[in-house]
């Protein structure tokens, strides 16, 4: 049984509305002079999280030029309103700041949105089959379904992953590629024929690929401990057309926006090439169809000629260059690939070779020389010290101050590490990898090493700069919420608890990891992150209210309305009337973007998700009529401080008037 427990920082979120700060009051005369300035866009009747600690309440806002106008109460935004101004009733509805991810890959994912199979969020092994049994029957040839990560096994009622018979009994001639976290591919022998692997083919270093007794490919990739094969497999696979990418880049930010995503930082990726992969989120930029705020850091791509790449990009590209809705951001997160320590903790950990220092030394040189920031990809404390190292050798000639240089998910940090980042003035941004990977790292280290992996409120506590993200879209899933779940429960996405109440965050500091903090890492401190006047004009409206509903439901939550610099991006259920995008249906047309949807939102009941938590709970239920005590959703009844666990019992009846249908 799930269970609650209460969290800090609730009492600012809903205090009273008289408690709003008469210093923040919004003034029509002295907006502009003696002329009242009328907004274009006025949210009112809501419950407004500002993340503002002079002003953290209101109930609404207004906003002019893509910007916050004003913050404040209902009577004095709503004499900024002219007649133009496009009103909403928020009904009483909780508004937040737009979420923004620290650490994804939406250039690379964007290009592959709408040729992959997500199985992010299903619950049962038998729907993700069956939906990779539809999948097949509509793919034609010689295209392949793929399946790239964003799942784990634990998330499974039967906690395994499928096996190659399985896989290869639903698509026999239909190439799979199906990829679990950082660890391992699965690959049909459709797949294994197009990719040309044979029992000659050998395996490249750092990588395997299984073979059967008699020494042919089994269809296992197994990344020991690289997973440069399981990036370079995937590569073969057939691309879409340019105009395809534009489209499936679309629905990408727009899925991202129905969670309430309204920017995210770029973190580069293998087989991303810089400029030539970048021309689809370019031509986005230019025709002004960017719904997410996106800052990209350029990855290198050729090993042992780091160097070379960076000494041509500080020549060539400008740090900041672009606008607010694309822009660069600096180096990283691959600086030098021998510094790369892979996270596959089904394996040892890798021990970095002798150069790591001289190579990753002469890139950082070069990088604060041009006031570059940069991030470093580092899942040990063995990784980050030794590249500390280097980075205070630079400091002693170069000073980094000012500079926004930050290491990323950092599992295994020692407080001597965080020390030692928080004295060069750098930061650390964290991902929920191990909401995917919590039950593997505790099957090799133990739950007493789990329990701070990584300790995030332990750099909270100690000042230095710390931001949230998911490094979707290859191990984790693209999901903010699954994120916030993680940071605030500490449990896997398979239900087990690995962080001690002590690590855990309350909703407001989990709030603030995803909104303003993340504004350091992309340099643009107060430009966004909160609902305060003269900053972007980016919050969403969740579908429940996330300071209210039980922990169970955190994951689930999704946006029904989305507005990014004044715009609404992303509209849905009582708000559905506002939507102001017009993104055309998916292409290809077999593309299981059109089926399926996204994270969570299948779009075929019968198929996907017909064993979710909510689905199951009405299935018991065995009402047909919705719940006008819960709505209806008894998962979060079940989480609830109500005695209604038992459905059929004293309380369940009397707590559900649907009890006598």
């Not at 022998?189 to 040309?196: C, E, F, I």
């Not at 470093?376 to 500079?403: C, M, W």
């Not at 099957?443 to 949230?468: C, H, I």
Request: net charge negative.
């Amino acid at each position: 049984m799930p269970t609650r427990r209460g969290f800090l920082g609730a009492a600012s979120v809903l205090a009273l509305p008289g408690l709003f700060s008469p210093a923040h009051a919004a003034d029509p005369a002295s907006i502009s002079g003696d002329k009242p300035m009328s907004a274009d866009l006025i949210l009112h009747h809501g419950l407004v999280t500002t993340l503002d600690r002079t002003n953290p309440n209101a109930t609404a806002v207004a906003v002019k030029d893509g910007k916050f106008l004003a913050v404040g109460e209902d009577s004095e935004i709503m004499a900024l309103a002219g007649p133009d101004t496009k009103i909403i009733d928020l009904k009483g509805r909780r508004v937040l700041p737009g979420l923004i991810d620290n650490h994804t890959h939406v250039v690379r994912g964007g290009l592959n949105y709408n040729m992959e199979l997500r199985w992010d969020g299903v619950r049962s092994l038998a729907d993700a089959m069956d939906m990779l049994k539809r999948q097949v029957a509509i793919t034609p040839a010689p295209q392949w379904v793929r399946v790239v990560g964003g799942f784990t096994e634990h998330q499974f009622e039967e906690k395994r992953l499928p096996t190659l018979e399985e896989i290869n009994a639903v698509a026999p001639d239909t190439p799979v590629f199906l990829l679990h976290l950082y660890d391992r591919a699965l690959l049909n022998a459709a797949a294994l024929r197009a990719v040309g692997y044979t029992r000659e083919t050998p395996s490249p270093p750092g990588g395997e690929i299984a073979r059967d007794a008699n020494g042919n490919p089994s269809g296992m990739l197994i990344a020991r401990p690289n997973a440069g094969i399981l990036y370079a497999t995937l590569a073969k696979g057939p691309k879409l057309p340019f105009e395809y990418q534009v489209n499936s880049t679309r629905h990408f930010m727009r899925e991202l926006n129905r969670l309430g995503v309204t920017g995210v930082i770029d973190a580069g990726g293998g087989f991303q090439n810089y400029p030539d992969d970048y021309a689809v989120i370019q031509k986005l930029a230019d025709d002004g169809q960017m719904t997410v705020r996106l800052a990209y850091n350029l990855f290198t791509q050729k090993p042992k000629q780091e160097k070379d790449d960076f000494l041509n990009w500080t020549k060539s590209v400008k740090y900041k260059q672009g606008d607010d809705y694309f822009r660069h951001n600096g180096a990283g997160e691959m600086l030098v690939f021998s510094a790369a320590d892979f996270e596959d903790f089904r394996e040892p950990r890798p021990d970095m070779p002798p150069e790591m220092e001289g190579e990753l030394e002469a890139v950082v040189r070069i990088l604060a020389e041009n006031r570059w920031p940069w991030r470093l990809h580092a899942t040990y404390d063995e990784t980050i010290s030794r590249a500390l190292d280097v980075f205070e050798k630079v400091n002693q000639d170069i000073p980094l101050d000012g500079l926004n240089w930050f290491f990323d998910h950092a599992e295994t940090i020692s407080e001597r590490s965080i020390d030692r980042i928080a004295a060069l003035g750098g930061g650390i941004a964290v991902q929920h990898r191990m909401a995917y990977q919590g039950e593997y790292f505790v099957e090799r280290y133990g739950l007493g090493a789990a329990e701070a992996t990584p300790p995030v409120a332990r750099m909270l506590e100690k000042g230095v700069k710390t931001s949230a993200g998911t490094d979707a879209t290859r191990v984790a899933s693209y999901n903010p919420w699954v994120s916030l779940s993680w940071m605030i429960t500490g449990r896997t996405v398979g239900g087990m608890r690995i962080y001690p109440q002590r690590n855990c965050l309350d909703r407001e500091t989990a709030l603030r990891m995803w909104t303003e903090n993340v504004t350091w890492f992309s340099n643009e401190e107060g430009k966004k992150g909160r609902i305060e006047k003269g900053q972007f004009a980016d919050f969403i409206v969740p579908d429940k209210d996330f300071f209210a509903c039980a922990e169970d439901e955190i994951s689930f939550l999704t946006s029904d309305l989305t507005v990014v610099g004044g715009k609404v991006v992303y509209a849905a259920g009582t708000f559905a009337d506002y939507d102001e995008s017009n993104v055309p249906p998916a292409m290809p047309d077999w593309s299981p973007v059109r089926t399926y949807a996204g994270y969570a939102a299948w779009g075929e009941p019968e198929g996907a998700g017909k064993r979710s938590l909510r689905r199951t709970a009405i299935a018991t239920c065995g009402c047909a009529n919705n719940c006008g005590v819960h709505g209806h959703d008894h998962a979060g009844a079940w989480t609830s401080k109500l005695p209604v666990a038992d459905l059929k019992g004293f309380w369940g009846a009397l707590g559900c008037s649907c009890w006598a249908v």
